[in-house]
């Protein structure tokens, strides 16, 4: 009877476990690689809730589209949490006490949202880098993906 009761209970909370509700959050670091300090370099974190299938349209025949009926200024959101980091470079070049700045404060986003009951699920990273003398341009982007 004892085996019984415990195969249920197991059964119960495997059963739950499936049917929980899973939530993701997706949080963006933009390090600017822009010589001198004229980049911006951001945590983005977006606070709002959306609805994706507002700015979805089908196809019907693979051609036509009422994707001109979405206006991409509705796709904007405003309630964001930015929090400012530093650039990669200085006057100097590479500025690794900027780097090091970022990792803490980096670290402090994570760990805030850890403690906030979010699991750092996946990583990944990107870079538009400097192409030479003429492009002063360059980014490096991570996301951060969050479930709970």
Do not use: C
């Not at 197991?10 to 899973?22: G, N, R, V, W, Y």
């Not at 870079?127 to 002063?136: K, L, Q």
């Amino acid at each position: 009877m004892k085996k019984t009761k415990l195969l249920f209970a197991l059964f119960l909370l495997f059963t739950a476990s499936i049917h929980a509700q899973q939530e993701f959050k997706i949080v963006t670091v933009v390090e600017s690689i822009v010589p001198m300090g004229l980049g911006r370099s951001r945590i983005v974190d977006n606070n709002a809730t959306t609805d994706y299938q507002e700015f979805t349209t089908e196809r019907t025949d693979g051609r036509r589209s009422n994707q001109r009926e979405i206006s991409r200024s509705d796709l904007r959101i405003d309630e964001i949490e930015e929090t400012k980091l530093l650039n990669f470079f200085s006057a100097t070049g590479i500025n690794f006490q900027n780097i090091a700045s970022n990792d803490a404060i980096i670290t402090s986003k994570i760990n805030t949202m850890l403690s906030d009951g979010w699991k750092l699920t996946f990583v990944t990273s990107g870079v538009e880098s400097n192409a030479g003398p003429d492009d002063g341009q360059g980014i490096f982007i991570t996301r951060l993906f969050f479930s709970r």
